[in-house]
């Protein structure tokens, strides 16, 4: 059975809300919504926006849930990706250790990218699916200084 292409997207939220439920606590997440939606939804919709104002790439098969250009359900999901994201922070401090966590991340998104591209749901004009790495690692990078930023100050009080 072939699923439709207007499917995955959805299909796709409701896989990486699986594994927030099933892996962050429930304060962990309600501590970390907020934080989440502004690094992954919110990033995640400007940066579509940019890309397809810049002709790099855009989505297709994206309506009826479609917010600006990019599937609303792909937004959400870069949401559940930073909560996941946060939660396995690792607590070692070895000077290694937080790239290869970064890295990781950043080739999860660009797998992510090219199966979207090889399933026919992301046209690329001006962009090539390794691109994502040095974009995904810089974006992941950026929320980790800005939520040890916050955990510095009283988190509780956020």
Partial sequence: MELSNRLYYPVFALVMLFFVLAFVPRKELQ???WFSLLWGTGLDTILVMLFKALNLYH?????PFELWGSPFFINLSWAAAVMLFLHFLPAR??????????????????YIGVFLTKAGLIVETHWRGIYRFPLVYGCFYLCYKHYQ???????NSL
Wanted: charged share 25%.
């Fill in 31 to 33: 501590r970390t919504f």
């Fill in 59 to 63: 989505y297709i098969h994206a309506e």
């Fill in 93 to 110: 401090k070895e000077w290694y250790v937080l790239p290869l966590y970064l890295s990781s991340y950043a080739w999860l998104g660009v």
């Fill in 149 to 155: 930023h916050l955990k510095k100050k009283d988190w």
